[in-house]
């Protein structure tokens, strides 16, 4: 007969020293026509990335959308289907999107195409036609699209958000409506094109298994061409958070609410940003923070709250986000607000920052690890006006960040003093209980 003696729980080993961040080889080179290009070297695997910022901020969102849409849908010289099967030959692809700040055109694929990507990008970029069929069948896709979006709890919550913290900003409205979308033209995207689509104040990100100079000569061959004569507008700051009533979004019906808090915060470059990343993962910012910890742990309130810093070219903010049952609406509020409220008072253990140092450090090694990672990273840095390179200085404030310099800045940006909060639910049901919280004001939700 045998006899299992249980010795409890195993200690966890301690967490070992955090490996020194390595930037990676680049170089980069301003064309003649203005175009910014940026390759780095990452031979992991025989694949390239390509990432092409271009200043695209105060556009009508209508024929933005649209213009990201069917930029690739063929040229003067090509079909659509034509300019996929090039892609295809070479193990490749091209994409296009758009933002508040940027029209970004994206690639991947083999180290041996490079050169053939980047003559189809030139294609594109000094050639797309707009046709008038393919601009048709993209405009019902993306109605259909958008349709779909405006039904969801997650979309019709942010797009409250946005109005409320940033009024009249171009930032406030982002998502075009249907109407909008089916009134834009394939003659609107050409003049649209002609005059934002440029290489001035433009961005190219070419990371792989490449020799960055001559990655760079192989761009210069293809985009060195690229010109117009366009305009870049430039955007505003953001305005300062007005807090003032929370903004109840009523969703008759609705079996959960969405809960969206925005707080002030710092762009990367300001001091203050490590130890404000590090306030903000202590508070939200991964799965071990208190506010998980709270209302997903200990009461059962939602699955998934989250918290992060959101950066655009015009200004910062941090967001909070959860949806949670309709009937613990009032209470999540009341447990999001004591946990912003203690970490804006009290500062974190000396343990509990150690921990978010280590998810942030960490956390910043991954994003590297990978081809498609590193380029966005060094795109959207690239598009602030910074370089890889700040990437170890970040790193080195992030490790000398001291408890004091997160209660700091704790104190001056989590403070629920100065949050504006968001409710998307059912106000019948929701709103006494967020009454007794603070003053609420109520608003049908946009149809």
Known sequence: MSVTVSAGPRALPA???????????????????GLIVIAVRRPA??????????????????????????????????????????????????????????????GAGLVTGLDRMLELMAEVLTGASYPGDEVSTERDRLIDRIQVAQSQPTHLVREALLKRIYGRHPYAAQTPEPGQIRAVRPAALRTLHAERVHPAGAQLVVVGDVQPEKALDAVERALGGWGGAGRTATL???????????????????????????????????????????ANL??????????????????????????????????????????????????????????LGRMASLPPKPEELEQARQYALGTLQLGMSTQAGLAALTSAYAGNGL????????????????????????????????????????????????????????????P
Do not use: C
Request: proline share 7%.
């Open 15 to 33: 967490l070992g020293p955090t490996r020194k961040l390595k930037v990676p080889k680049q170089s980069e080179r301003t064309l003649g026509n």
């Open 45 to 106: 695997v025989p694949l390239v990335e390509l990432r092409l910022w271009v200043p695209f901020g105060r556009v009508n969102v209508a024929r933005g959308a649209m213009l990201s849409q069917t930029m690739l849908s063929g040229t003067e010289s090509m079909t659509s289907v034509q300019i996929a099967a090039e892609l295809q030959k070479v193990g490749a692809g091209l994409s296009a999107g758009v933002d508040a700040d940027r029209l970004m055109l994206s």
């Open 236 to 278: 505003p700051a953001i305005p300062p958070l007005e807090t003032g009533p929370l903004l109840l979004v009523d969703r008759p019906g609705s079996v959960q609410s969405s809960l969206r808090v925005a707080l002030p915060a710092v762009p990367r470059t300001d001091p203050d940003h490590a130890a404000l990343q590090l």
């Open 282 to 339: 202590v508070f939200g910012g991964y799965f071990s923070s208190r506010w998980v910890e709270n209302i997903r742990e200990d009461k059962g309130y939602t699955y998934g709250p989250h918290s992060v810093i959101e950066h655009s070219v015009a200004g910062s903010i941090l967001v909070a986000a959860a949806e949670v049952a309709t009937e613990v609406t009032g209470p999540a509020l009341l447990e999001t607000t004591y946990e």
């Open 387 to 446: 370089r890889l390179d700040f990437l170890a200085e970040y790193a080195a404030r992030l490790a000398a960040a001291t408890v004091d310099d997160v209660a700091r800045v704790a104190a001056h940006h989590l403070a629920p003093s100065r949050a504006a909060v968001v409710v998307l639910g059912d106000a019948e049901r929701v709103a006494d209980g967020l009454a007794a919280l603070t003053t609420v004001r109520v608003e049908p939700v946009q």
